[in-house]
Nanobody
Framework: QVQLVESGGGLVQAGGSLRLSCVASGRTFTNYAMAWFRQAPEKEREFVGGVRWSVPTAYYADSVKGRFTISRDNAKNTMYLQMNSLKPEDTAVYYC??????????????WGQGTQVTVSS
């Protein structure tokens, strides 16, 4: 009913930048919140940031605040994660999630398959 597809991951050097995209499809509902999560090896999946459908305000984890920026284009059903000043500790699989409500936990109904981000030193 709702499908999410992430793209844009890759290998970059510390201090570099990447832009991730998450494209949503399906017509079950349109007024959904979208969020980014990440999971490093041997770590729990953690909230990176998220945004609601109808307001532009984004929320970020302290670890990425000031470096990462979330935006969305509702006409294209796409959410973006602009990552600047990347650090090795940002290395993780990044996931897109969607739900009718915005959560900072993993309690989302819909998830993408993830895209790998690797930051070398």
């Amino acid at each position: 009913q709702v499908q999410l597809v992430e793209s844009g991951g890759g290998l970059v050097q510390a201090g570099g930048s990447l832009r991730l995209s998450c494209v949503a499809s399906g017509r079950t509902f349109t007024n959904y919140a979208m969020a980014w999560f990440r999971q490093a090896p041997e770590k729990e999946r953690e909230f990176v940031g998220g945004v609601r459908w109808s307001v532009p305000t984004a929320y970020y984890a302290d670890s990425v605040k000031g470096r990462f920026t979330i935006s969305r284009d509702n006409a294209k059903n796409t959410m973006y994660l602009q990552m600047n000043s990347l650090k090795p500790e940002d290395t993780a699989v990044y996931y897109c999630a969607a739900d009718r409500l915005l959560h900072t936990t993993t309690r989302y109904d819909y998830w993408g398959q993830g895209t790998q981000v690797t930051v070398s030193s």
